[in-house]
Nanobody
Framework: QVQLVESGGGLVQPGGSLRLSCAAS????????MGWYRQAPGKQRELVAT???????NYAASVMGRFTMSRDNAKNTVYLQMNTLRPEDTAVYYC??????????WGKGTLVTVSS
């Protein structure tokens, strides 16, 4: 069992930056593929970024070059550094830990609002 707790959301002006954190409890954290998803009002949840056990990453086209995902296995934590934020980045951001269909966990989310 893995529990995920996101933090770091808030209100930021367009062009600003935020760093989200996701702290995981439980064992075997390094083997999990970790993901950041987001869900804007009235829209479906979408994948923003993924980091694998070897720390390789994938990003959605909409955030490529602006967002950076990283992991610290010693702290059981993943991060999402978000730069040059846009109003369309406004959403609830969720952390996901995936190993298998029976080992697929979600956090409760953290709200990011980009507005002047």
């Amino acid at each position: 069992q893995v529990q995920l707790v996101e933090s770091g959301g808030g209100l930021v002006q367009p062009g600003g930056s935020l760093r989200l954190s996701c702290a995981a409890s439980g064992s075997n954290f390094p083997i999990y593929t970790m993901g950041w998803y987001r869900q804007a009002p009235g829209k479906q949840r979408e994948l923003v970024a993924t980091i694998f056990g070897d720390s390789s990453t994938n990003y959605a086209a909409s955030v490529m070059g602006r967002f950076t995902m990283s992991r610290d296995n010693a702290k059981n934590t993943v991060y999402l550094q978000m730069n040059t934020l846009r109003p369309e980045d406004t959403a609830v951001y969720y952390c996901n830990a995936f190993w298998s269909r029976s080992s697929d966990y979600w956090g409760k989310g953290t709200l990011v609002t980009v507005s002047s």
